[in-house]
């Protein structure tokens, strides 16, 4: 490969890393003020315990709104990026609006598997967007996506792309698959760090 032409690629992932950070991050940020919001109006207001049936009903109601099996969990997001498949697009407004929703009513589920998924799914529409469409880098798109938003939630854009590259079993078969998550990862960082605040409620 040319010179010209390899330093072009890699300015194409590190463009492509850095958006998909910036976005997934932007994301998470929102999921975790909405989150927060849901919490303190539960605390104010114990009684939405009541409408927790409704806002499961709701929440089923969503996802098959939008052609989503309703088990979808971040294991499955996680095997369609071991398999270079992308992950729904649709996930993204469905775990959003269904994490603070269940969270509104006295629920409890896990804010960072939600933001788990949450990235995968912005990664999987935001990557062709940024010009890269080949089938074989839905996987890093995704790991880009997923460490983006753990490291928004955690504030530990190290440990999140680590742990990302990790929990994928896959040798890393070029360096931009592992350089990419982590710039993901530092973005998605900023992004929260100029937020000004943690995003998960001890």
Do not use: N
């Given at each position: ?11 194409r ?25 849901a919490?303190?109006?539960f ?6 315990v ?8 709701a ?40 994490t ?26 935001l ?12 996987e890093t ?11 928004a ?10 742990f990302v ?6 040798r ?13 990862s ?11 605040a943690?995003?998960?409620?001890p």
């Amino acid at each position: 490969m040319a010179a010209g032409s390899k330093t072009s690629s890699v300015l194409r992932w590190a463009c492509a890393a850095a958006a998909i950070g910036a976005v997934a991050g932007a994301c998470t940020v929102a999921l975790g003020w909405a989150v927060d919001g849901a919490v303190a109006a539960f605390s104010a207001h114990g009684q939405l315990v009541w409408l927790l049936p409704v806002a499961g009903l709701a929440t089923y109601g969503l996802y098959r709104a939008l052609r989503l099996d309703f088990s979808l969990g971040t294991s499955d997001v996680i095997e369609a990026a071991r398999s270079s498949r992308p992950v729904p697009r649709a996930l993204a407004p469905a775990i959003f609006l269904g994490t603070c929703c269940t969270l509104l009513c006295g629920g409890s589920v896990g804010k960072e598997a939600a933001a788990l998924q949450l990235g995968g799914s912005v990664s999987s529409w935001l990557g062709p967007l940024v010009g890269l469409r080949d089938e074989e880098f839905q996987e890093t798109f995704v790991m880009c996506g997923m460490a983006a938003a753990l490291s928004a939630v955690l504030l530990a854009p190290l440990a999140a792309a680590v742990f990302v590259v990790e929990v994928m079993h896959r040798r890393i078969s070029h360096p931009a698959r592992l350089a990419a998550p982590a710039l993901s990862s530092l973005t998605a960082f900023a992004v929260a760090r100029l937020a000004g605040a943690h995003l998960v409620s001890p």
